[in-house]
């Protein structure tokens, strides 16, 4: 688990997202429109010069380091973002009466770029939907919240873009969603994880009482080239 979560966009992009992006020699990154996360195998200030070279886009990509690196030239610093690894461990939790949950398909991305650019929970673009297992809560029609699943590395699968709408906070909406996750990866034999900003503390007081834990403190990276 260790190797495996220290590093999960590397292991993502060479086990079940190698659809999603490039792995070249010791560098990966995902496809800009998919989402901004790049990797390199190993330590991070041994390849991220490499990585500089071989991502051939000009979008700001995310590194994530469990460790609190320097960022080596020629990358520019744009932003560090404390975060924590959260993972699941508990049992999986029965179904519950709650409000209808629809699945999410290409028709419904502005409105997930909408609610995602309003509460912040994460990058999300044109094309992350292709990471799958994305559903939502609707009130009259609109997107109100949502939840899916990001990267997936080897027996891992990231619970990801949990969302809800400021006006409907408070409803259990953001429960429901991740118990459905939770229960979708455990049915196919992995485990779940996430990652959270560590000034989140709303977000996680919610993960902690559905039995996630803190496995790691983390960095989330915004580099420029």
Request: net charge negative; aromatic share 10%; with cysteine.
């Amino acid at each position: 688990m260790k190797e495996i979560l220290d590093n999960p966009a590397w292991h993502a992009l060479r086990t079940h997202n190698r659809g999603l992006g490039t792995v070249q020699g010791e560098c990966a990154y995902f496809l800009p429109e998919v989402s901004p996360f790049a990797a390199v195998e190993g330590e991070a200030l041994a390849g991220l010069p490499a990585l500089h070279e071989a991502i051939p886009f000009d979008h700001n990509v995310i590194f994530v380091s469990n460790e609190n690196v320097e960022i080596p030239r020629p990358w520019q610093l744009l932003a560090a973002i404390p975060g924590y690894q959260m993972i699941y461990n508990g049992p999986v939790h029965p179904g519950s009466d709650g409000p209808v949950i629809a699945p999410l398909t290409t028709e419904h991305v502005p409105e997930m770029i909408a609610l995602t650019s309003l509460t912040v929970p994460g990058p999300f673009s044109t094309e992350t939907i292709r990471f799958g297992h994305y559903e939502g809560i609707f009130d009259n029609n609109k997107l109100v919240a949502m939840a899916g699943q990001r990267m997936h590395p080897g027996d891992y699968a990231e619970i990801s873009a949990v969302c809800t709408h400021p006006d409907h906070l408070g409803k259990g909406y953001a429960r429901h969603l991740l118990l459905r996750q939770v229960n979708r990866i455990q049915q196919n034999g992995e485990q779940p994880f996430l990652h959270v900003k560590a000034d989140n503390a709303r977000a996680i007081g919610v993960y902690e009482s559905l039995g996630f834990k803190i496995r790691t403190q983390i960095f989330f990276y915004v580099l420029k080239k």
